[in-house]
């Protein structure tokens, strides 16, 4: 069984930054693609960014320059390190990982997701 965590999420005064974490754990051989969302009530999910195994990133438009994504492969951990944060950026944040297990099964795993909110 593979577990996903996260930590970090808060509340926040504009312009102000958060550092969120996500480790995975269990029965896990491989980290492919590691990612996170975020998501209002009323609204659809929004990939944020992703990662890929070798480093490679990718950003939303409104997050390029002001977050970045990074991992820990020795932990299995990835991290979305927020700066100038706006009132907009408040959602829930929920991380991903495309995973292979010891059994050889590739799956796509969602973290519980985390609160963060930006006040004027």
């Known amino acids: 069984q593979v577990q996903l965590v996260e930590s970090g999420g808060g509340l926040v005064q504009a312009g102000g930054s958060l550092r969120l974490s996500c480790a995975a754990s269990?029965?896990?051989?491989?980290?492919?693609?590691m990612g996170w969302y975020r998501q209002v009530p009323g609204n659809q999910r929004e990939l944020v960014a992703f990662?890929?195994?070798?480093?490679?990133?990718n950003y939303v438009d409104s997050a390029k320059g002001r977050f970045t994504i990074s991992r820990d492969n020795a932990k299995n951990t990835v991290y979305l390190q927020m700066n100038s944060l706006k009132p907009e950026d408040t959602a829930v944040y929920y991380c991903?990982?495309?995973?292979?297990?010891?059994?050889?099964?590739?799956?796509?795993?969602w973290g519980q997701g985390t609160q963060v909110a930006v006040s004027s």
């Open positions: 991903n990982a495309d995973i292979t297990t010891n059994y050889y099964a590739t799956t796509t795993y």
């Open positions: 990662i890929s195994s070798g480093g490679s990133t």
């Open positions: 269990g029965s896990i051989r491989s980290i492919n693609r």
